[in-house]
Every structure is written in structure tokens, then in C-alpha cells.
């Protein structure tokens, strides 16, 4: 079967996801998740990559990213994935592939669905029902970017940093958009993601749908 073709856009975020074969457990326990993150700063360092907000569920990773070059996230993204599969199989006794194939990923518009973006992603833990306030949610950038929580592997988006004049100025304006859910935002993100594709308003769309990397 052919390859999805891949949309990339230097220095534009994408949005990345990867699960679990059949959407099974890829982490176990707290150690597992704690790897996960320390091999995350490590290889987004190395291939410059910024990380603007992530969340590690169960049985899969969402991830928000910056890069000038589009090989930048592809070997990120397999480099932390084979090193990661390698340290379960080794943890749990196990052999087989941990990931479900190649990762999903979708470009997004920075003015439009940036901020929406890092809502969908730090908000899973609460539509899976796993916590009731994101904050309550340990694997995620949510306490980071809303709460102020230091996280060495996020660096803030220039949106994100337009938010307020100071840190606690932004954190509150970040933290109060989560009261309010968008629900076609979040099922254009998710179309746009299993699609390889791109989010945004409808001519940045229409622009840019034939454009694959």
C-alpha cells in the first residue's frame, strides 16, 4: 500500500499524533512516561524541533511542533519511536511492534487554530474521562502553559506569547479559553490529522490541499 504523502510547511506547527498497535497501552507506569519525555527534549534538541504543548495518553502521544526542515520531525519522530518500542519490549518482556505504523500528522494555521490546537491536545485527558480539570492530568503541558509549572521541553509559541504582557498575564489568558469547548474546531483537527492535511480557515485550506511533502 502507498504512502499518505506528508504536508509539511517550515516554521508552520504541526499537529502529531502516533498510537499504540491497535490502539493498545504503550505506557505502563510512571517510568515509562518519564522516559517517553526525557527522550522527547533530547531528540527535539538534536533536530530542532519546538515543542509548544503534548499530552501522553495511555495508548497514544499528541504532539504540537515547530521545524525549519521538514526531516527534522520525520527523524524525530522515528528516532523516538524505535527507541522507545526498544525500551518497552526490553521493560515488559515483550517483542512486536509497539506503534501503529507511521504517525499522523496535519499542518495548522498559526493565526486561526494554533491556541485551538493546544486546547484539543491538553484537553484529552478530560474527554477520555480520566480527570475532570486538565491541570489534574500529569503528562501534559497543560500546567505548563496555563499554570506556570516549568517544563523544559516547551517553547512557547509567538501566539501563545501574544497572549499577555507578562508570564501570570498569559497564563490566565490561556487558561480562561478553556471554558469555552469549540467542537468544529476540534472535528476539523482530527479530520485534518487522520488526513495528513492541513487546518485552518477555508482559503488557507483551499490553498494549500494539493501541496505534499
Known amino acids: 500500500m502507498a504512502r ?6 517550515p516554521g508552520m506547527p504541526l499537529h502529531v499524533v502516533q498510537r499504540g498497535a491497535d490502539r ?7 517510568a515509562d512516561f518519564l522516559w517517553y519525555l526525557q527522550q522527547l527534549q533530547r531528540h527535539s ?9 503534548y499530552v501522553l495518553m495511555t495508548n497514544h502521544v499528541h504532539l504540537l511542533l515547530s521545524a525549519a526542515k ?5 527523524q524525530l519522530m522515528k528516532s523516538l519511536g524505535q527507541e522507545y518500542a526498544h525500551y518497552i519490549n526490553w521493560r515488559r518482556h515483550r517483542t512486536g511492534p509497539l506503534w501503529d505504523g ?11 487554530y494554533l491556541l485551538v490546537c493546544q486546547r484539543y491536545i491538553e484537553l484529552n485527558p478530560v474527554r477520555a474521562g480520566m480527570v475532570r480539570y486538565p491541570g489534574n492530568y500529569k503528562w501534559s503541558s497543560y ?5 506556570g509549572r516549568i517544563d523544559p521541553l516547551i517553547e512557547p509559541h509567538p501566539l501563545y ?9 498569559r497564563q490566565q489568558a ?3 479559553l478553556f471554558q469555552a469547548e469549540d467542537a468544529l474546531a476540534f472535528q476539523a483537527l482530527r479530520d485534518a490529522s487522520r488526513g495528513n492535511a492541513v487546518v485552518g480557515s477555508s482559503a488557507f485550506v483551499q490553498e494549500n490541499q494539493t501541496r505534499k511533502a
Open 102 to 112: 507511521r504517525y499522523k500528522s496535519c499542518v495548522v494555521q498559526d493565526a486561526t
Open 4 to 9: 499518505v504523502p506528508r504536508l509539511f510547511m
Open 70 to 74: 521538514v526531516e527534522a520531525v520525520s
Open 24 to 30: 493498545q497501552i504503550c505506557f505502563f507506569e510512571p
Open 45 to 53: 534538541r538534536t533536530q530542532g524541533c519546538a515543542l509548544h504543548a
Open 161 to 169: 506569547l501574544d497572549l499577555g504582557n507578562s508570564p501570570g498575564d
Open 143 to 147: 500546567r505548563c502553559n496555563a499554570e
Open 174 to 176: 490561556y487558561a480562561a
